[in-house]
């Protein structure tokens, strides 16, 4: 049997990149999963198609996770299929790259409200159902860029270095329930996201890495699994770097 069988995943921005290699391996461990996303309709269908050819159970469901009411919506969705959520992974992200100087308050707020704000509303509408259960995992995906910095992303940064308080704030208020809370903080990650970065930039951050190469979503997905599965229930408020050795 898998480790996961049966349970019932919510994975946010579900539909590309690192999320989409979460939404695909959470569900061969045996979740049912709700593939969440933003505007790509068919990237969606196409991930629950590939979950359905695999066996498996998946529904998309489009919402933006930086307003309040459709975060609330997405969860009630997968509440009205599944019955039950027990795994929410935060990971929608957006960047707006730019000097400070030059960042405008809307790439401020558009990524805050996406990257942090999204979580703690999707956080807020699952807690009840965790709660009553006495049992959940809830996963965030943070960044190297919130532990370290990285000049030209001061709104990325401080996102990302939000949700590790998040994190670890919520972990504490939910361990005495049994549910866990932990962050996965990417390095660089071969996805749309490092490729809107350009050769030049991609070439210079590898040469940074350790291991000497970019990540695959399938790196940080087996994270994420692991963090979901029984084998990490006595870790909470823990964020795990993957990244090649970029940030030690
Ligand atoms: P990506 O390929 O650009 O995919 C982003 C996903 O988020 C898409 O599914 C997108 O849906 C969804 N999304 C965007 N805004 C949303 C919103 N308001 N509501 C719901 N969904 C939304 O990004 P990625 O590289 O896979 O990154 C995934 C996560 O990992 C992000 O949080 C990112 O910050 C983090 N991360 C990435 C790297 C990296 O190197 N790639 C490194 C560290 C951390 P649509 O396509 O429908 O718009």
Redesign the pocket.
């Known amino acids: 049997m898998s480790t996961l069988e049966g349970q019932v995943a919510v994975v ?8 989409r290699a979460i939404a695909l391996a959470l569900a061969s461990e045996g979740c049912r999963v709700v593939v ?5 309709a068919t ?2 269908d196409e991930i629950v198609e590939e979950i359905e050819t695999m066996g498996g159970e998946a529904l998309a469901v489009q ?4 307003i309040a009411e459709q975060a609330r919506l997405l969860i009630d969705r997968a509440l009205e299929a599944y019955g039950t959520v027990d795994i929410l992974v935060n ?5 707006r790259d730019g000097l400070l100087m030059r960042m405008s308050e809307a790439d401020w707020d558009a990524v805050l409200d ?2 942090l704000k ?1 979580a703690y509303l999707c956080i807020k509408a699952v807690q009840r159902t965790m709660l009553r259960k006495r049992a959940g995992r809830i996963i965030q ?5 919130g532990l370290r910095g990285n000049a030209g992303q001061a709104n990325y940064a401080a996102a ?1 270095a939000g949700l590790v308080g998040l994190t670890k704030a919520v972990a504490r208020e939910l361990a005495s329930r049994n549910i866990t809370v932990n962050a996965v903080a ?4 071969d ?4 490729q809107a970065l350009g050769l030049d930039l991609v070439t210079q951050a590898t040469a940074q890495i350790p291991l000497q190469r970019l990540g695959a ?1 399938e790196d940080v997905a087996a994270a994420v699994v692991f963090l979901a599965s029984p084998q990490a229930a006595y870790i909470t408020g823990h964020v795990l770097c993957v990244d090649g050795g970029l940030a030690m």
Request: cysteine-free; proline content about 5%.
């Open positions: 946010t921005g579900g539909s590309r990149g690192i999320g969440n996303y933003h505007s790509n990237a969606a919402a933006d996770v930086s990971n929608a992200g957006i960047t996406t990257n999204g995906i943070s960044s190297v860029s990302k990417p390095g660089f990650v996805t749309e996201m490092t979503p």
